[in-house]
């Protein structure tokens, strides 16, 4: 099982602010990474997937990179809808598994 | 655009085997070449994957799951059902089914997940 590390768990941000949130994995996985929005009482909605490729529909101020064991999600400008809690996920191993949740609430 | 609702009871008992059913619209679930997931998550917690299906009814089960879990697909209704047995009160979250993608197996879509607790 690969085991990962997302940072930080909580992050405290305004609209405007560029924001990071890490993902570490305990052994490489290439770029087999994908990100997830959650929103309290909905479902996981796919951001990002192969580390970095935007999914259909997502907003261009959302990025992605690294390969590897290390990965960043980027948010270039907060917008009031980006308030909600971000999950990593990688499907290089089997089973995939989630990082733990980085929850970006209202500074 | 492909939507998927799960269905079942919101309250089960200790030791019994919980039901769920997925209802796939939008689209045929035979078509596409998409796997079918199960994926829960306990209040406040984060994500855990159980197990997925293809359309030929070949299955792969989280490990750690493995023993508890059934996946199946009826393709005549567009559904696919999980069954995870001897549940416990650690087994109480909600569960969403989600249509995963040819090859990388993302789970792209997702039901809006139902609230499923194990209690007496």
């Known amino acids: 099982v690969i085991w990962m590390t997302q940072s930080p768990s909580l992050l405290s941000a305004s609209t405007g602010d560029r924001v990071t949130i890490s993902c570490r994995m305990s052994q490489g996985i290439s770029s087999y990474l994908a990100w997830y929005q959650q929103k309290p009482g909905k479902a996981p909605e796919l951001l990002i997937y192969a580390a970095s490729t935007l999914q259909s529909g997502v907003p261009s101020r959302f990025s992605g990179s690294g390969s590897g064991t290390d990965f960043t999600l980027t948010i270039s400008c907060l917008q009031s809808e980006d308030f909600a809690t971000y999950y990593c996920?990688?499907?290089?191993?089997?089973?995939?598994?989630f990082g733990g949740g980085t929850k970006v609430e209202i500074k | 655009q492909v939507q998927l609702q799960e269905s079942g009871p919101g309250l089960v008992k200790p030791s019994q085997t919980l039901s769920l059913t997925c209802t796939v619209s939008g689209g045929s679930i035979s078509s596409g070449s998409y796997y079918w997931s199960w994926i829960r998550q306990p209040a406040g917690k984060g994500l855990e994957w159980i197990g997925r299906i293809y359309t030929s009814g070949s299955t792969n089960y989280n490990p750690s799951l493995k023993s508890r879990v059934t996946i199946s697909v009826d393709t005549s209704k567009n559904q696919f059902s999980l069954k995870l047995s001897s549940v416990t009160a650690a087994d109480t979250a909600v569960y969403y089914c989600?249509?995963?993608?040819?090859?990388?197996?993302?789970?792209?879509?997702w039901g809006q997940g139902t609230l499923v607790t194990v209690s007496s």
């Open positions: 989600a249509r995963a993608r040819p090859v990388t197996m993302i789970e792209d879509y």
């Open positions: 996920q990688q499907y290089y191993s089997f089973p995939p598994t």
